[in-house]
């Protein structure tokens, strides 16, 4: 087995599980993109205080690499939801949503199907009239 060195430090992990958390823990590919503005927003405001070097490496650092950095911590947050529960849940339940088998509940009234019948045989009686391809 080859050992490697390590290009990404403790320090660039902390910079990276911090940006994270600041994305709301989003993918490492959606992260990546995200870290040039989240970088230079949380340094703006005062968030983040990064040495350029480190800074440097953490806008360099490819997708699959902060995958494997947020292994841990994601290891560690696994089975806990930053989100609250049930929030989503209660407006899902109160939105009715209509499935094949209701379609006809409550059953249509009586002129609608009246009106239907109406166009069927117009429909029919004109065909008759018009044949296709004369």
């Given amino acids: 087995m080859r050992l490697r060195n390590r290009v990404y430090d403790e320090a660039i992990a902390q910079a990276v599980t911090v940006l994270w958390e600041a994305a709301d823990r989003v993918c490492g590919k959606r992260l990546k993109s995200l870290i040039p503005m989240l970088v ?27 995958d494997r950095v947020l292994a841990a ?3 560690h947050i ?3 939801r930053k989100r609250r529960k049930g929030v989503g849940a209660a407006i899902r339940r109160s939105i009715p949503v209509r499935t094949f088998a209701d379609w006809l509940d409550p059953p249509p ?20 009239r018009y044949p296709a391809g004369t």
Avoid: F, N, W
Wanted: aromatic share 0%.
């Fill in 73 to 75: 911590a994601r290891a």
């Fill in 109 to 128: 009234i009586k002129r609608c199907l009246r009106t239907a019948r109406r166009q069927q045989t117009h429909h029919r009686q004109h065909r008759s």
């Fill in 40 to 66: 230079d927003a949380m340094e703006r405001h005062g968030h983040l205080d990064l040495d350029p070097v480190i800074k440097t490496k953490v806008l360099q650092v490819s997708a699959a690499t902060i």
């Fill in 78 to 80: 696994d089975g806990q």
